[in-house]
Nanobody, 116 residues
């Protein structure tokens, strides 16, 4: 069993920055890919960015150049640095983790609200 806990969500003005953190705990041997997803009101959950244990990354097109995903394997933590925030970035942001050969896990989500 793995637990994911996000933090860092807040209210911020357009153009501002925010850093989200997600720390994994539990049975972490074999912790593999991690990712951030988001879900805005009335919309489906969408991928924001992924990061492998090797730290190779991929980003959704709308986030390229503004968001940066990173991880600290020693701390079992993944981060999402968000810059140049826009009102359309308003959503609940969810942490995701895959334990190799076992299962997938989700955090509870953290609210990010960007005012215009």
């Amino acid at each position: 069993q793995v637990q994911l806990v996000e933090s860092g969500g807040s209210l911020v003005q357009a153009g501002g920055s925010l850093r989200l953190s997600c720390t994994a705990s539990g049975s972490l041997r074999g912790l593999g890919d991690m990712a951030w997803y988001r879900q805005a009101p009335g919309k489906q959950r969408e991928l924001v960015a992924t990061i492998a244990r090797s730290s190779s990354t991929n980003y959704a097109d709308s986030m390229k150049g503004r968001f940066t995903i990173s991880r600290d394997n020693a701390k079992n933590t993944v981060y999402l640095q968000m810059n140049s925030l826009k009102p359309e970035d308003t959503a609940v942001y969810y942490c995701y983790a895959k334990v190799i050969g076992i299962s997938e896990y989700w955090g509870q989500g953290t609210q990010v609200t960007v005012s215009s």
